[in-house]
Nanobody, 123 residues
Framework: QVQLVESGGGVVQAGDSLRLSCAAS????????MGWFRQAPGKEREFVAA????????YYADSAKARFTISTDNAKNTVYLHINSLKPEDTAVYYC????????????????WGQGTQVTVTS
């Protein structure tokens, strides 16, 4: 079993930066790729970025490459998503997930999910 707990969301202004955190625990979490997804109001959940614990390799959705950075702190068992120059369209619930491969955009390939953290960007 893997447990994931997100934090760091909140209400921010357009142009601000934000860092989301995902604390991972459980016996096997390091064997999984770690991903961030988001779900905006009225829209389907979409892939943002993923990272490997072991070698730090990363993979981003095309839409995320310019302003999003995923990273890990292996000592803290934590995955981060840093978002620069926030826009109102970044308003969403952001989810952390553990899955089979960093190169998969698909929810079904992720086995464990956190509860999500709300990010609201005001203009």
């Amino acid at each position: 079993q893997v447990q994931l707990v997100e934090s760091g969301g909140g209400v921010v202004q357009a142009g601000d930066s934000l860092r989301l955190s995902c604390a991972a625990s459980g016996r096997t979490f390091r064997s999984y790729a770690m991903g961030w997804f988001r779900q905006a109001p009225g829209k389907e959940r979409e892939f943002v970025a993923a990272i490997s614990w072991s070698n730090g390799n990363t993979y981003y959705a095309d839409s995320a490459k310019a302003r999003f950075t995923i990273s890990t702190d292996n000592a803290k068992n934590t995955v981060y998503l840093h978002i620069n120059s926030l826009k109102p369209e970044d308003t969403a619930v952001y989810y952390c997930a553990a899955g089979a491969s960093i190169y998969s955009h698909y929810e079904v390939t992720y086995d464990y999910w956190g509860q999500g953290t709300q990010v609201t960007v005001t203009s």
